[in-house]
């Protein structure tokens, strides 16, 4: 099969092509599973609107609705974790990024606030943004991913994400904003280290590894690899749940490479 820019070369298909859902019922559709990802790699690349899809990847409605049911079903978050699953654990780097939030991404019907229906969309100085919170493992590669309204702290969702992972004997690196006591004391009570720079104004300082400190760049390194995605690099999504499916599927692509 002939490669098209924004789309998986046969080495990267070959790596996920067993980990899509058989079809139920009925005869499989035209185009097959590596068409329609690559129809979705193709919008999340290019930023552009879905009824701009080439036609090429046939009705856009149709690449739309296959895009549906895999975020519902969890099948692009399954396939991030499952080529994933060699991770290198001796330093994992946890921050954020904030993302614009374009203003089509607005409207949608307000709901209870759980993490299916909350928006995550907060005001700052910014504007409308989106947060990003990722650890990465030793080798740069995304482990996990939170959503939360541009508004919020970083330190808030620490430690929820940590609690899903195994750290012990694991060196966590954060910048300042995770320096809280609360942060602190909750990676050494599950038998981890941490390498984190204290605030200018904190009372009770502690040493710093500088020299370790440095491998944090590889969660920067990482974010702005997914940015070049551009519809993870501005929120076009007004449901919090498809514009994380993006970023599931811009990881994948890198993780792959």
């Known amino acids: ?3 098209r820019r924004y789309e998986l070369t046969d080495e990267q298909w070959e790596q996920i092509r067993d980990l899509f859902p058989p079809y139920r019922t009925g005869r499989p559709p035209k185009l097959g599973n590596r068409s329609m990802f690559n129809a979705i790699l193709w919008i999340a690349r290019s930023g552009a609107p879905w009824r701009d899809l080439p036609e090429r990847y046939g009705s856009w409605k149709t ?3 296959r895009f549906c049911i895999w975020r ?8 991030f974790h ?4 060699e991770a290198d654990h001796e330093n994992l780097s946890i921050d954020s990024t904030s993302i614009r939030a374009h203003q089509h991404s607005a409207g949608a019907k ?3 606030l759980n993490h299916e229906n ?12 989106t947060k990003i919170h990722t650890i990465v493992d030793g080798l740069g590669n995304p482990l996990l ?3 939360t309204g541009g508004n919020k702290y970083d330190s808030l969702p620490a430690c929820d994400m940590l609690s899903r992972l195994e750290i012990a004997e694991i060196n966590i690196l ?3 904003a995770y320096g809280s006591q609360v942060i602190r004391e909750y990676i050494t009570a599950r038998g981890a280290s941490y390498t984190i720079p204290p605030r200018e104004n904190i009372k009770n300082s502690w040493k710093v590894d500088w020299y370790v400190y440095k491998e944090r760049h590889l969660v920067e390194c990482f974010f702005s690899k997914l940015k070049h995605f551009r519809r993870v690099a501005t929120r076009y999504d007004k449901l919090a749940i498809s514009f994380l499916a993006f970023v599931y599927v811009a990881s994948v692509f890198k993780l792959t490479q």
């Open 72 to 79: 519902d079903r969890g099948v692009l978050s399954n396939i």
């Open 82 to 85: 499952a080529v994933n699953d």
């Open 110 to 112: 307000k709901g209870a």
């Open 174 to 176: 954060g910048d300042k």
């Open 63 to 65: 690449v739309y609705s």
């Open 1 to 3: 099969m002939s490669q």
């Open 118 to 129: 909350n928006q995550h969309i907060g005001v700052s100085r910014g504007g409308k943004t």
């Open 145 to 147: 991913f939170e959503l």
